[in-house]
């Protein structure tokens, strides 16, 4: 008797590894949802045109700065409660830039969902979510944007809680 307890418990464990993950689905460069700071390596902390409350944004130093032929302006690593949860890659805005990458995303992940007048195509990976943005030639550099949907719906509730808690404090100061 004491030997099936044991195997079930032997067994609940390697379950239990395997469904949790011993290590996690790598997103982009090796890099997987939930990953401290400390796994970028050589990165500063960064402005970034995606600044919200709750989030970190850095940069890498020595970062290869293309994606197969498709070059890069800049890449940004953003971080919640020292989580990674979502990665901008800043593509060079050069039409036969635009038309590399926006190729090799639909290589990898197949054909996106484009709204009618949009400049956005998004793919849902289910923990993940992949959009291409792309400005018209001459403005702000195109993006792919890689967001985990797990921990961004972590910080949205972050964030809505500080925004009660500010709205708490705005009513008690008159």
Known sequence: ????????????ILVM?????????????GLSWG?????????????????ELGVEV???ADEVLSLGSVALNRIEYHFFDGKLFRIIVYVKNESENRE????????????G???LLSNKTTWDLGHSTVVWDWPFPGTP?????????GIQA???????????IQAQKDAASW
């Open 1 to 12: 008797m004491r030997r099936v307890g044991m195997c079930v418990v032997i067994a609940t």
């Open 141 to 149: 550099d195109p993006r792919i944007i890689f967001t985990s949907t």
């Open 154 to 164: 972590q910080l949205k509730a972050y964030q809505e809680e500080q925004k009660a």
């Open 35 to 51: 990953d401290p700071l400390e796994a970028l390596g050589n990165a500063y902390s960064t402005n970034s045109e995606y600044e």
């Open 17 to 29: 590894a395997v469904c949790f993950g011993v290590s996690a689905e790598a997103i982009f460069r």
């Open 113 to 115: 969902k484009t709204a």
């Open 100 to 111: 590399a990458a926006e190729a090799m995303l639909e290589a990898r992940y197949g054909k």
């Open 58 to 60: 850095y940069r890498k």
